[in-house]
Antibody, heavy 117, light 110 residues
């Protein structure tokens, strides 16, 4: 079964750091570009970051650029999001999602990140 | 990029058709034929319903269709069913490996 499973969310104080992981299974992870998308409580989807299959191309939304770092380990079939200098407005469910052409066809269940003192 | 513009809510009775619009700019919706639509039920992950403006992934009923004209894309759901009640999000490629979502539309089946 094609599956993405996020982990690493939790409660963190403003200014703190957190590292999210996304474990892929059921497909050839190294062949696909990947993304992070987040959704604040009661709000819509927000595109966060992109990474190409070989990590040669990376994109960040303006809201996280300079604070978040996306990476992947194809040998471990894993995607990561290192989040530093966290703010209250970063509170959200974070989803990892696989690219299918220019769409996102497989999504994980999400992991909740809460930034609060 | 600024979020794409969607109506906050739409509604329809079972069996009817509804259309959800998604307005962007020439830098996203109007510039690429890469609009996708996602269905999200409460507490669940989004599900891809339409990609490349009008293509349906395997398993998505043909009651769901997509189109685009200039800077506005549309999702039409015909033969509404109770299980179609959900939030719907449009998304467009915006160049340089970036994507932009719409604000979301709550569909209520009366």
């Amino acid at each position: 079964e094609v599956q993405l499973v996020e982990s690493g969310g939790g409660l963190v104080q403003p200014g703190g750091s957190l590292r999210l992981s996304c474990a892929a299974s059921g497909f050839t992870f190294s062949s696909y570009t990947m993304n992070w998308v987040r959704q604040a409580p009661g709000k819509g989807l927000e595109y966060v970051s992109y990474i190409s299959s070989s990590s040669s191309a990376i994109y960040y939304a303006d809201s996280v650029r300079g604070r978040f770092t996306i990476s992947r380990d194809n040998a471990k079939n894993s995607l990561y999001l290192q989040m530093n200098s966290l703010r209250a407005e970063d509170t959200a469910v974070y989803y990892c999602a696989r690219n299918f052409l220019y769409a996102l066809d497989i999504w994980g269940h999400g992991t909740m990140v809460t930034v609060s003192s | 990029q600024s979020a794409l513009t969607q109506p906050r809510s739409v509604s329809g009775s079972p069996g009817q058709s509804v259309t959800i619009s998604c307005t962007g700019t020439s830098s996203d919706v109007g510039g690429y034929n890469y609009v996708s639509w996602y269905q999200q039920h409460p507490g669940k992950a989004p599900k891809l319903m339409i990609y490349d403006v009008s293509k349906r992934p395997s398993g998505v009923p043909d009651r769901f269709s997509g189109s685009k004209s200039d800077n506005t894309a549309s999702l039409t759901i015909s033969g509404l069913q109770a299980e179609d009640e959900a939030d719907y999000y449009c998304c467009s490629y915006a160049g340089s490996f970036s994507w932009v979502f719409g604000g979301g539309t709550r569909l209520t089946v009366l």
